[in-house]
């Protein structure tokens, strides 16, 4: 409720505030300049970062003023990368608490913790258990960092309502003996325990979202891979919830490669593709694929057969033995293979997908070996941070003579080569997960379901025009993130009414009705 010294004459004098301010009215515009002059004289982004951290904590309509403003510039501070290096430091740039922070000491109490939050319409609650944070590993409850950043994209990327978003950390403990060690870490001094511990914790915590929220989605975050699968199975088809990694994702490669499909005048369903990781990322990843092939008229173990994983222990192959269930769809017969080069040259994929945190991971070889598989062969290095990626725009570029169509999990860029720019795309969730959100909280959604997520990479993919497909985007321009993603949501939420998943009425003109919730950071009376 903070206005600051935009606060009139008239509330200074109702509210106490005389005196306690300086004498200047200043418009939100006035302070907005302030903001971005002060934001200029920091020396890293980390320290723009923790500026606007407390700018949110201080003045929320100035700090999403700011934000909504240029996104383009403020998504790579607020999120990737520089959220790496915050959550790495969480512990020790830590200024006040964000959010709700529920741990297996609140077990047979988690409903009573909920209810402490001061809002109680809360309609995403977006909850990590800091297992696997980026590319970074775990990081216990310095994944908090992730959630606060998730959030803040819900509305300065789709313009969801801040108050009826809740970030929470779900604390198990860490096995990073490094944090455990570390007196200033804010989390429980543990080793992670096993399920038969943590599922009926879990298990109570879903419920007294249920319970305290009730028109509340739990978007699951960074949880370890196992249990990011484990977690989603166990709930998807008895409460409103869906997990980004997997779903949001996946949802948002198959933007890329629709578009990359229309650049080279191909069908997805007429590709092979090549996973390097097959963790929660990398099977989420492959699944929608298969969807989106399907729809192209594939059976699903035709799409299956067009799918390949290598991970740490190599090629997924029908005689490893160490496969979970998720991944055993895409072991098909194959000679065990360690070498990502050797496995390039006989699967011979066109498009090339990494999810692995092994930074240089695509290296020259590889990269040369793609293409001679297609004319314009699809790489995809996603991890993240940037460090993490597994080739830059330039190495891609460079060693396919630029033939490549390049995406990375953060934003490189423009490249020169050859004459020509290249304009290497950001394959981020958040064009796509913000947009879903939104499109839940406007519906107060039953259920997420995958359909939602290929609906929103249609939709997003379907706004690119084809002048920035001739400069070889993939997708949309982040400086209009917003219109972007608030007519997917309408999309999704058209199909939410569709499925009869919502729990509201369906208004006459969705659009309107979607444009009118759309949150503004401006000053009430």
Request: proline share 6%; net charge neutral; with cysteine.
């Amino acid at each position: 409720m903070n206005k600051g010294t935009a606060f009139s004459l008239s509330e200074r004098a109702s509210l106490g505030l005389e005196g306690l301010l300086p004498p200047s009215v200043e418009t939100i515009d006035l302070q907005h300049q302030r903001a971005l002059q002060q934001l200029g004289q920091k020396p890293t982004d980390l320290e723009r970062y923790i500026y606007l951290i407390q700018l949110l904590d201080s003045n929320e309509t100035l700090f999403y003023h700011v934000v909504m403003s240029n996104p383009a510039y403020f998504l790579p501070i607020l999120y990737d990368p520089t959220v790496a290096e915050a959550c790495l430091k969480f512990s020790h740039i830590y200024r006040r608490p964000r959010g709700l922070y529920v741990s297996l000491r609140d077990k047979g109490k988690v409903r009573q913790v909920l209810s402490n939050w001061p809002q109680k319409d809360v309609r995403v609650v977006c909850a990590t258990s800091g297992g696997r944070i980026l590319g970074l590993g775990d990081l216990g409850a310095n994944g908090m960092g992730i959630p606060i950043g998730k959030l803040q994209l819900y509305t300065a990327c789709a313009g969801v309502p801040p108050k009826g978003l809740l970030p929470a950390f779900v604390d198990f403990g860490t096995n990073n003996r490094e944090l455990l060690n570390d007196p200033l870490y804010l989390g429980l001094r543990q080793p992670r325990p096993n399920w038969d511990v943590v599922d009926p914790f879990v298990d109570e915590f879903v419920q007294a979202v249920q319970d305290q929220f009730p028109l509340c989605c739990i978007h699951f975050e960074d949880w370890r891979g196992v249990d990011a699968f484990h977690y989603l199975a166990r709930y998807r088809d008895k409460v409103s919830c869906f997990n980004d990694d997997i779903q949001g994702t996946g949802s948002v490669v198959v933007v890329g490669l629709h578009n990359a499909m229309r650049i080279s005048g191909q069908s997805l369903r007429d590709q092979r593709v090549l996973f390097l990781g097959a963790g929660s990322a990398g099977i989420g990843i492959a699944d929608m694929v298969a969807s989106a092939m399907k729809l192209e008229g594939l059976t699903d173990s035709q799409a299956h057969d067009r799918i390949w994983l290598f991970d740490i222990n190599g090629l997924l192959e029908s005689t490893r033995t160490d496969l979970i269930p998720e991944q055993k769809p895409y072991a098909h017969a194959h000679a065990p293979s360690r070498n990502l080069v050797e496995s390039v040259t006989s699967i011979r994929p066109t498009i090339l997908i990494g999810v692995s945190t092994i930074g240089g991971a695509f290296t020259q070889g590889v990269i040369e070996a793609m293409s001679k598989n297609a004319e314009r062969p699809v790489i995809f290095a996603l991890s993240n941070p940037t460090e993490k990626a597994e080739c830059t725009p330039e190495q891609a570029y460079g060693w396919s003579s630029g033939k490549a169509l390049y995406a990375a999990g953060v934003q490189f860029p423009p490249v020169q080569y050859g004459g020509k720019t290249f304009l290497p795309g950001q394959a981020n969730n958040f064009y796509i997960y913000p947009a879903v959100g939104f499109a839940i909280y406007a519906t107060s959604a039953k259920r997420v379901t995958d359909e939602m997520f290929i609906e929103a990479a249609k939709a997003t993919a379907d706004q690119m025009t084809e002048e920035q497909l001739g400069m070889g985007m993939l997708f949309p321009a982040q400086s209009n993130v917003l219109e972007t993603e608030v007519r997917t949501a309408i999309s999704v939420a058209t199909l939410v009414f569709d499925r009869n998943l919502a729990r509201v009425d369906r208004p006459k003109d969705i659009e309107s009705w979607m444009r009118g919730l759309v949150y503004k950071p401006q000053y009430g009376a």
